[in-house]
C-alpha cells in the first residue's frame, strides 16, 4: 500500500497548495482546454504536498494506469483509450425539473457521447475481458451556453472507496505477472478489500453493443430542485433495447473492433437509453463509491438519450474533448467522496499527456 496521504475535498479559494504546483510543474505542455479545465476543478489537492521523492497523486495515478497499459500510447487517453463518439438529443422527463433546477432537465439539448473499452490500450479487443466495464462519457450541451457531463461506466460499484487504494489495486496488479509467487501481490490486495474482489468477480461479459449496455455513475451527487428540496442520488443509464451480452462462444470469435464497428449500423435508426437517478434512503452512504445502494430504492426518470449520427473526425474530435465528472451545473452538486474528487485532477494530467504528444 502507498503511503495514503488525505485528499480533502474542498472549494478551492485559498492560497493553491504545493501539491498543485508540483503538479502543473509535472505537466509537460499545458494546453488552453487544460487551463480552463483546471481553473475549474472545484477541489484543492491536500495542503500537506507529498515529500519531493513521491509523485503527486493525480500524477501517480496516471504513471500506473501507464505501466499497465505499456504506455503511454501517443496522443490517447491513459484510461479508456479505445472509443466512439456518437451525437444526438437528451429529452427531459416530466419528473426531471421538481427533482433538480438543472438548466437541462427543463429543456432538450444536444448531447455528445463517448463510448470506451477500459484501459489505455488503444487497440484492445472490444470483447477482451479488461475492456469491461465499458464507458459511456455524456456531454449535455446547455440551452444558455455551456455543458455539464456524466462520466459512467457499466458497473454498478467501483472497486475502492478512495484514489489511495485504487493506486494501490493499480500497482499491486502490475507487480503480479506470470511467475510471481502467490499469493500475488493483487491476491493479497483483494483478500483485505471486499468490495474489490465482489467487482473483479462479478461477471462481465461482452455486450452485443454498446446500445444493448447499462451504465452506472457510481459516484453520488446532490440534487436540489427549485424550492430548495435535495436528494443524493446515483445516474443509472439504461438501454431501451434492453441488455444483451455475447455468449462465451460469440465473444470468442468477435472481431476486435466489433463494438466500434457495430454503433454506426445501429444508429440507422436512434439508439435509446433512459437515464434515471437512484435516490438515496435516509442513512445510505453517499460518499462511498464501493457502498453500492439496494435496488429497491426509488427510480426517478430523468428523460431519454436518443443517439443519431457518429461524429466525422473521430481522432481528432476525441483527442480535443475532456470529460469533466464534476462539470456540473445549477441543481447538481458534487457529494463527499473521494474518489469523485480524484477523477478530474487525474483526467486533467492525462490530457496534458495525450495534448503535448
Ligand atoms: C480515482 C479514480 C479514477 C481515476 C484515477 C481515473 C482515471 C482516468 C483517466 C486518467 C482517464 C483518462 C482521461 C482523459 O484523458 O480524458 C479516465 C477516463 C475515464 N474514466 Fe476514470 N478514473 C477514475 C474513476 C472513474 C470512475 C468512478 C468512473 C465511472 C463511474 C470512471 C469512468 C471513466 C470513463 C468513462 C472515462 C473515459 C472518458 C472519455 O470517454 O473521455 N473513472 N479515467
Redesign the pocket.
Given at each position: 500500500m502507498h503511503s495514503a496521504r488525505p485528499f480533502q475535498a474542498a472549494v478551492g479559494g485559498g492560497a493553491f497548495p504545493a501539491a498543485r504546483a508540483a503538479l502543473a510543474l509535472a505537466l509537460s505542455a499545458i494546453p488552453a482546454t487544460l487551463v480552463t479545465f483546471l481553473a475549474a476543478i472545484p477541489v484543492a489537492f491536500a495542503a500537506d504536498s507529498p515529500p519531493a521523492d513521491q509523485k503527486p497523486l493525480p500524477v501517480a495515478?496516471?504513471n500506473a494506469?501507464n505501466t499497465l497499459a505499456g504506455g503511454p500510447h501517443a496522443g490517447f487517453?491513459?484510461?479508456?483509450a479505445k472509443?466512439v463518439l456518437v451525437t444526438g438529443t437528451f429529452t427531459p422527463a416530466k419528473t426531471a425539473p421538481s427533482f433538480s433546477s438543472a438548466p437541462h432537465f427543463a429543456k432538450a439539448v444536444p448531447v455528445l457521447v463517448?463510448f470506451?473499452d477500459t484501459t489505455g490500450v488503444p487497440t484492445i479487443p472490444d470483447a477482451s475481458p479488461d475492456a469491461s466495464p465499458h464507458?459511456?462519457?455524456i456531454r449535455f450541451k446547455l440551452p444558455e451556453g455551456g455543458s455539464t457531463d456524466i462520466?459512467?461506466?457499466s458497473a454498478n460499484g467501483?472497486p475502492v472507496g478512495t484514489?489511495e487504494d485504487?493506486l494501490a489495486l493499480l500497482t499491486a496488479i502490475s507487480k503480479s505477472g506470470p511467475g510471481v509467487p502467490k499469493p500475488t501481490p493483487v491476491e493479497q490486495f483483494l483478500g483485505t478489500h471486499p468490495a474489490a474482489l465482489k467487482f473483479v468477480s462479478t461477471p462481465k461479459p461482452p455486450p452485443q453493443s454498446f446500445g444493448t449496455l447499462a451504465f452506472?455513475?457510481?459516484?453520488a451527487f446532490k440534487f436540489t430542485n427549485a424550492k430548495g428540496v435535495s436528494h443524493f442520488a446515483r445516474y443509472q443509464i439504461l438501454p431501451v433495447a434492453g441488455e444483451h451480452a455475447l455468449t462465451a462462444a460469440e465473444a470468442a470469435k468477435a472481431d476486435p473492433n466489433y463494438l466500434i464497428d457495430e454503433l454506426p449500423k445501429r444508429l440507422a435508426s436512434p439508439v435509446k437509453f433512459r437515464l434515471v437517478a437512484q435516490v438515496a434512503k435516509e442513512g445510505d452512504v453517499t460518499n462511498d463509491?464501493t457502498a453500492v445502494w439496494p435496488p429497491d430504492r426509488e427510480i426517478v426518470e430523468l428523460g431519454v438519450i436518443s443517439l443519431t449520427a457518429t461524429e466525422k473526425e473521430q481522432a481528432k474530435e476525441q483527442k480535443a474533448?475532456?470529460?469533466n465528472p464534476l462539470s456540473l451545473t445549477s441543481g447538481i452538486e458534487a457529494s463527499a467522496d473521494p474518489?469523485l474528487a480524484?477523477?478530474p485532477p487525474?483526467?486533467a494530467?492525462?490530457?496534458a499527456q495525450?495534448a503535448g504528444q
Open positions: 495515478l496516471v494506469l487517453r491513459a484510461n479508456h472509443g463517448r470506451s464507458g459511456m462519457a462520466v459512467s461506466i467501483f484514489p485504487f452506472f455513475g457510481v459516484n463509491a474533448l475532456l470529460y474518489i480524484a477523477r487525474a483526467y494530467v492525462s490530457f495525450r
